[in-house]
Every structure is written in structure tokens, then in C-alpha cells.
């Protein structure tokens, strides 16, 4: 007996070749809960079906059911949603703009985002990995048209942060291992100097 969404009240994946669910081989059809997580290996598809929305997974990917989010690792989707299922590739989130059936498809490549609307609309908001926004601020918001499509580079997640040189690193004096010896040093110099009073500081006095 086939499993559907309405069926279960949950979502429903369908798999087609090496598709692995948790880490263990899928079978053709299964109930899928939230925090599971889905692998395509290559030349596999799956779909996850659930009530009002269907995605699509490319062969070679990785990502995270959440109910009406979708978290991407990386390869490829093509949603369509009714009911405004959201993609998640590290800090870009992709938003269906109303609830009208909309089809887009998202991708992540060697750490390079590219986001297609197919059907009306979508946003895709940035949420940048080191800035601290305004409070209260919203993320960066981008409207993608019907017919658009757009690429930009992975703000966090997989992609790797240079190195300050040692010079300009400031996290290092943050440091207990480093506060505590150089607040006993300026401590004992001022006890110092105090108790020296008027005496002068001279190379001939040390």
C-alpha cells in the first residue's frame, strides 16, 4: 500500500536509486519526520512530498527535512509550494513571496548559491556570518522575478575565513590566559611608582 501526505499527515519520501535516509539506505517510499536527513548519491532522486509543497532532489545532495524548511548542504532542489516551504543554504534563505504555487530551484556548488524563480516570485535574504546587525534590523533582502536567477558565494558554513596577520588579531588579548598575567603586571607597576612618592625615575635611581 503506497504512503501519502494526506495519508500519514507527515511528510512522504520517495526514492529512486542510492538514496540514503539517516545515513541508511532509503526504501522507496517512507515517512519522513523533522531533523531527518536526506543524501542522494549519484545518479539517485528522491521527493519529498508533503501537504501543499513538492521538492525534488538532485542527484549528489545533502540536506535537512524541517517541515516547511528545507537546510540545504549542498547540490541541488526544485521546490513547489503553496504553502511557502523555505530552503536554507548556510546563511541565504530562500522565501516563496506569497502563497500562490511558486517553483523555484536552488543550488549549492562548491560553496557558489544559485537561486532560479521559476513560478512567481521569491526572497532570498542574506544574514551575514561576522557583522552584528542593528538591533532590530532586517536581514538583506533580495526579490528574485519570475524568469531571474541569481549566484553569490556562501557568508558562512563551508567556506573558510582568512587568518588576521598577529598583529591585527585582537581576540588573543580577550584572552583569560592573557588578561590575568597583564593585569598583575600593571598593577605592580602602578604599586610601584606610587610607592616610590616624589622620588624621579632615572636610570640613575633603577
Not at 516570485?121 to 556570518?129: G, N
Not at 533582502?141 to 573558510?160: N, W, Y
Not at 585582537?170 to 600593571?186: F, M, R
Amino acid at each position: 500500500m503506497s504512503l501519502s501526505a494526506e495519508d500519514t499527515g507527515a511528510a512522504i519520501l520517495h526514492s529512486s536509486g542510492s538514496v540514503l535516509l539517516n545515513k541508511n539506505p532509503a526504501p522507496s517510499t517512507s515517512a519522513l519526520l523533522a531533523t531527518d536527513v536526506v543524501e542522494t548519491q549519484k545518479e539517485a532522486v528522491a521527493r519529498i512530498e508533503s501537504t501543499g509543497s513538492l521538492a525534488d532532489l538532485h542527484p549528489e545532495t545533502l540536506l535537512q527535512f524541517a517541515g516547511d524548511l528545507l537546510i540545504l548542504e549542498h547540490g541541488g532542489v526544485s521546490v513547489n509550494t503553496s504553502r511557502g516551504m523555505k530552503v536554507q543554504v548556510g546563511c541565504v534563505t530562500v522565501t516563496p513571496v506569497g502563497m500562490e504555487w511558486t517553483h523555484y530551484e536552488v543550488s549549492d556548488v562548491d560553496g557558489r548559491i544559485a537561486i532560479s524563480a521559476l513560478k512567481n516570485d521569491v526572497y532570498v535574504e542574506s544574514h551575514s556570518a561576522t557583522a552584528q546587525p542593528a538591533k532590530g534590523a532586517p536581514p538583506a533582502r533580495t526579490l528574485v522575478r519570475e524568469g531571474q536567477q541569481i549566484s553569490r558565494d556562501e557568508k558562512c558554513g563551508a567556506t573558510p575565513k582568512q587568518s588576521a596577520p598577529a598583529g591585527a588579531r585582537g581576540g588573543i588579548l580577550n584572552s583569560p590566559y592573557v588578561i590575568g598575567p597583564a593585569t598583575g603586571v600593571i598593577v605592580g607597576v602602578g604599586c610601584w611608582a606610587l610607592c616610590r612618592g616624589d622620588e624621579p625615575i632615572s636610570p640613575d635611581h633603577p
